[in-house]
Structure formats: C-alpha cells, structure tokens
C-alpha cells in the first residue's frame, strides 16, 4: 500500500512563505501528473497547481506568480513553494498523484493556516 507523507503546512501570517512536500512511502510505477489541492472549510476541494512527468505545469488562478509546484522524479517527491500568502489561501492542502494507468493516490492532507 503506498502512502503519500505530505510535511511543511502550518501557521503564517499573511505575505509569508510555506514549502509544502509530498512524498511517496514507496515507489510509484509510471506516475504522469503529481498536484496539490486544497480544501477550505465549506467548499470543495479545488486543484492549484498540478506537474506532469515532463515538466509542464499549470495553477490556478488565484495562485499564479505567488505559488510554484516542482518534483523530484528519482525521489516520487513533489513541492509546493507558497510566497506571499493571503489569508484565502487557508485551506488544507493535498497531495495528489495519477500514473499512467489513471491509479490515483491522495495524502492525508497537511493544514495550511495563514493569519491577517
């Protein structure tokens, strides 16, 4: 059974930085995309930004130019470098990998908490 560990969520206060980490308990065949999400208290869970096996990123809007998403391939490791938090940005992170074979992994999800 593979499990994602994610690590790095926590309190901040707003204009800071968080560096949140994901990684695999095992190794994972084949993974295409690996991604965070987030879900803050009443609303469902949104993608923010996602890294395929090649390199090409996207994010979500709210998060352009403040967040950027990175991943070790040797080390089925993925980041989440958080600049310039805002309070909106308060949610609880996961964790997210899809291999080719469309197998999906979550973590359990670490809490982002950013203060005004």
């Known amino acids: 059974q593979v499990q994602l560990v994610e690590s790095g969520g926590g309190l901040v206060q707003a204009g800071g930085s968080l560096r949140l980490s994901c990684a695999a308990s095992?190794?994972?065949?084949?993974?295409?995309?690996m991604g965070w999400y987030r879900q803050a208290p009443g609303r469902q869970r949104e993608l923010v930004a996602r890294i395929t096996s090649g390199g090409s990123t996207n994010y979500a809007d709210s998060v352009k130019g403040r967040f950027t998403i990175s991943r070790d391939n040797a080390k089925n490791t993925v980041y989440l470098q958080m600049n310039s938090l805002k309070p909106e940005d308060t949610a609880i992170y996961y964790c997210?990998?899809?291999?080719?074979?469309?197998?999906?992994?979550w973590g359990q999800g670490t809490q982002v908490t950013v203060s005004s």
């Open positions: 997210n990998v899809v291999t080719y074979r469309l197998v999906n992994y």
């Open positions: 095992r190794t994972i065949e084949s993974i295409n995309t």
